[in-house]
């Protein structure tokens, strides 16, 4: 069993799947590394799966193939996924169009708004998570709409709330595939899920996390994608131990490569950039990708004192302690009370002609959220 829930917004599709992978002999399940059930296959189509793995990613491959030798087109891709009727699979296309399809036992349903393959009751938790999030301070974005947010913040408290064993087969670390106009590719994001005591194997013949203490504890990673998109490479660095791994579906034989990071609180910047050199060079070594950014804007070279000027007067007058910060990378904007505090970083491209009220909303959002938890 697994999860994946692909769901449109507008002109974007997101995929939302697990890692965990269970053995028909019964063995332990395989919870990190897992495999990639998010595959994308190039600047217009991703499939997810669940079910027979082996199977599905057999058939996913001879997509690939028939996509690298020119039949780009739907009917052929139906062709090939119908025929594995081991495996279900949900896919995200921009060929002709943003379309999400589902395929289950050998038929295709298409014009989705919103489908899952694997546990129906964790898609329903995932529901009730975005109902209650819904009730909450909304945090603003020019790239994501507040569903899109909602629905990505609920499927991450699985993995907070349930921890990474969160039912039967289902678990590991959350992925998120972005299916964009713009070219399709893996969200890069830092997290925290919760577990036990959970040995990560094989890769790293036996690496335990440490023990914690009193029951579950919680354990921060990192996903990094590769800077081209359009291909099928993703990297995981998992806090905590000496190890990372470059998932690689579309590799003939391996599904992943391990990565040797170091492991010190001092070397965790360093740890990211090895990962990410790792991942870019699968991403370039299997070709097909490119660069290019979600929604392309001018570079920002110099800072508008005067909307400055607009920003510290509104952080003045907020109702809890407000501060705004100039650093390297952009404006971090913070608020705090006595029982809590909220920030966030607000980058140098964002900092541009008519983003003054988006900015201003971002206050207002970390207010919010201090003075739900007491702030005065």
Not at 173 to 190: E, K, Q, R, V
Not at 217 to 222: E, F, R, V
Request: hydrophobic share 40%.
């Amino acid at each position: 069993m697994t999860i994946i829930i692909g769901r449109k917004f507008k002109n974007r599709i997101v995929l939302a799947s697990d890692t965990m992978i269970s053995f028909a002999n019964g063995s332990r399940p395989e919870i990190i590394p897992g495999r990639l059930k998010a595959v994308v296959l190039g600047a217009e189509l991703s499939i997810g799966y669940a079910n027979y793995a082996d199977q599905a990613v057999a058939a996913i491959q001879k997509v690939k193939k028939n996509w690298d030798i020119g039949k780009r087109n739907l009917a052929d891709m139906f062709d090939v996924l119908c025929k594995e009727k081991m495996a279900d699979f949900i896919v995200a296309s921009h060929i002709e169009g943003p379309q999400l399809f589902k395929i289950r036992e050998g038929r295709v349903t298409d014009d989705l708004n919103d489908a899952f393959v694997g546990n129906s009751d964790l898609v329903k938790l995932v529901l009730e998570g975005e109902e209650e999030l819904s009730r909450r301070p909304q945090f603003p974005s020019d790239l994501q709409s507040q569903e899109e947010i909602l629905f990505r913040q609920a499927f991450l408290d699985l993995f907070m709330k349930e921890g990474v064993s969160i039912r039967e087969g289902v678990g590991g670390l959350p992925i998120f595939l972005l299916a964009s106009p713009h070219g399709h590719t893996y969200d890069s994001y830092a997290g925290v899920c919760r577990w036990d005591s959970i040995e990560i194997t094989p890769a790293s013949a036996g690496t335990q996390m440490p023990e914690p203490e009193g029951g579950m504890a919680s354990w921060g990673y990192n996903v990094q994608s590769p800077l081209l998109r359009g291909v099928a490479t993703v990297g995981i660095a998992i806090r905590g131990i000496s190890l990372g791994y470059v998932y690689t579906p579309l590799q003939e034989g391996a599904q992943w490569s391990a990565v040797a990071l170091p492991n010190d609180e001092r070397s965790a910047g360093l740890a990211l950039q090895i990962l990410q050199t790792e991942t870019d060079k699968y991403a370039v070594q299997f070709g097909g990708g490119f660069e290019v950014e979600d929604l392309p804007r001018p570079p920002v070279k110099s800072i508008d004192v005067s909307m400055l000027r607009e920003i510290s007067l509104h952080a003045k007058k907020s109702r809890n302690k407000t501060t705004v910060l100039v650093e390297e990378d952009g404006l971090w904007v913070s608020c705090r009370s006595d029982v809590r505090g909220s920030g966030s970083m607000i980058s140098f491209n964002e900092l541009r002609q008519g983003s003054l009220e988006y900015i201003l909303e971002i206050i207002d959002y970390h207010n919010a959220i201090v003075t739900d938890a007491g702030g005065l």
